[in-house]
């Protein structure tokens, strides 16, 4: 078991680029989350899903957008990116959120 | 609203000293509490979990938590801490209301064990 794996571990983007952060788990999960973390504020709920084809908005959801055509499949996607969007991004998975290792994004 | 709480940004303890690491939340539906730890350059790594039953929870590494409806509380602690404790540790909250599923996290308290 891999557990879940976040692709890429870093990036770089200009101000209005668009990027997709990867996220995949194999453990059948059918809950997966993503978040993202700024020094001193804890984690963020950016959206999560209950299961394939079903999406929600977490506490941040402005500026991202996902989708879920598979249960092992949660990409991230950035639109037009700004550098408020500077964090580090981290996938879990499952009620009990195993979480990835996450990708520090910066947006310069 | 739910909102988590941890006043306590850093906690620094001697070695094989004990600690408690403070929880305090607030909701107005039941919800399940969680402790997680976070070694630098990391994700975040689950500790310990109430979900429902006996509200004192063991976990991994030796730590415990005791969850007190009353104080609204879910303090995280470990009798003898090791220098491989040091990390950041954080105390979440999930509660599920109508279809619903809202996550939040305290921001954090980075313990520092001195040798």
């Known amino acids: 078991n891999a557990g879940v794996t976040q692709t890429p571990k870093f990036r770089i983007l200009k101000i209005g680029q668009s990027m997709t952060l990867q996220c995949t788990q194999d453990m059948n999960h059918n809950y997966m989350y993503w978040y993202r973390q700024d020094p001193g504020m804890g984690l963020k709920l950016i959206y999560y899903?209950?299961?394939?084809?079903?999406?929600d908005k977490g506490e941040v959801p402005n500026g991202y957008n996902v989708s879920r055509s598979t249960t092992e499949d949660f990409p991230l996607r950035l639109e037009l990116a700004a550098p408020s969007q500077t964090s580090v991004y981290f996938c879990?998975?499952?009620?009990?959120?195993?979480f990835g290792p996450g990708t520090r994004l910066t947006v310069l | 609203a739910q909102s988590v709480t941890q006043l306590d940004s850093q906690v620094p303890v001697f070695e094989e000293a004990p600690v408690e690491l403070r929880c305090n939340y607030s909701s107005s539906v039941s919800v399940y509490l969680f402790w997680y730890v976070q070694y630098p350059n990391q994700g975040l790594q689950l500790l310990l979990k109430y979900l429902s039953g006996s509200t004192l929870v063991k976990g991994i590494n030796g730590f415990e938590a005791e969850f007190n409806k009353s104080q609204t509380s879910f303090h995280l602690r470990k009798p003898s801490v090791h220098i491989s404790d040091t990390a950041e540790y954080f105390c979440a909250v999930i509660s599920n209301s109508g279809g619903y599923q809202k996550v939040t996290f305290g921001t954090g308290t980075k313990l520092q064990v001195i040798p």
């Open positions: 899903s209950v299961g394939a084809g079903i999406t």
């Open positions: 879990a998975s499952g009620n009990e959120q195993f």
